[in-house]
T-cell receptor
Framework: GENVEQHPSTLSVQEGDSAVIKCTYS??????FPWYKQELGKRPQLIID?????GEKKDQRIAVTLNKTAKHFSLHITETQPEDSAVYFC??????????????FGTGTQLKVEL | NAGVTQTPKFRVLKTGQSMTLLCAQD?????MYWYRQDPGMGLRLIHY???????AKGEVPDGYNVSRLKKQNFLLGLESAAPSQTSVYFC???????????????FGPGTRLTVL
């Protein structure tokens, strides 16, 4: 099955700096790569996603890049703010027979934005 | 519009007891999923359903059973709880729109289960 590795496990940055989180996946059939943000005690929430036919996607301060050949994708957060502090999960997905998608998650990155 | 809800929020069981976790969604989503989240291990798929009356095994199905008798509900059962099943359980749902494989999964608030 699919295996997703995520690095680093913890990341501390100064407010205003950029943060980069990297993930690799093993199954070349994966075609959808969402990123979720989870605040302490809360549910995971989607912040950005990318499909396999796209190399880069940006939404305000957040961007995701995908390298299909190398099977890796990255989350970039610019101008970090204290409210960006949370755990971030990457995931790789392929379609299910009958519809829907089967997400395999990375182990998470605890991002801390310091004042 | 409540989205995805889960019942109960917290539960403590003794080894060998049984229980059922309820997930409900009011978004008319076709697909539903159960995950468990353990420290340092991310979220792992337990079982999923691609429609009313259908269920399938995910990555870590052992010790769990599921049922989807109604489209809006997805139940997760533990027949004989073990300490290894201590975890936070999340339910999620996603829509059928455009085939469904690129659609966002919306998560419920989670159930924190402790098995003593």
């Amino acid at each position: 099955g699919e295996n997703v590795e995520q690095h680093p496990s913890t990341l501390s940055v100064q407010e205003g700096d950029s943060a980069v989180i990297k993930c690799t996946y093993s199954d070349s059939a994966s075609n959808y790569f969402p990123w979720y943000k989870q605040e302490l005690g809360k549910r995971p929430q989607l912040i950005i996603d990318i499909r396999s036919n796209v190399g880069e996607k940006k939404d305000q301060r957040i961007a995701v890049t995908l390298n299909k050949t190398a099977k890796h994708f990255s989350l970039h957060i610019t101008e970090t703010q204290p409210e960006d502090s949370a755990v971030y999960f990457c995931a790789a997905s392929m379609g299910l027979t009958g519809g829907g998608n089967k997400l395999t998650f990375g182990t998470g990155t605890q991002l801390k934005v310091e004042l | 519009n409540a989205g995805v809800t889960q019942t109960p929020k917290f539960r403590v069981l003794k080894t060998g007891q049984s229980m059922t976790l309820l997930c409900a969604q009011d978004m008319n989503h076709e697909y539903m999923y159960w995950y468990r989240q353990d420290p340092g291990m991310g979220l792992r798929l337990i079982h999923y359903s691609v429609g009313e009356g259908t269920t399938a095994k995910g990555e870590v199905p052992d010790g769990y059973n599921v049922s989807r008798l109604k489209k809006q509900n997805f139940l997760l059962g533990l027949e004989s709880a073990a300490p290894s099943q201590t975890s936070v359980y999340f339910c999620a749902s996603s829509s059928l729109k455009a085939g469904g494989q690129y659609n966002e999964q919306f998560f419920g608030p989670g159930t924190r289960l402790t098995v003593l």
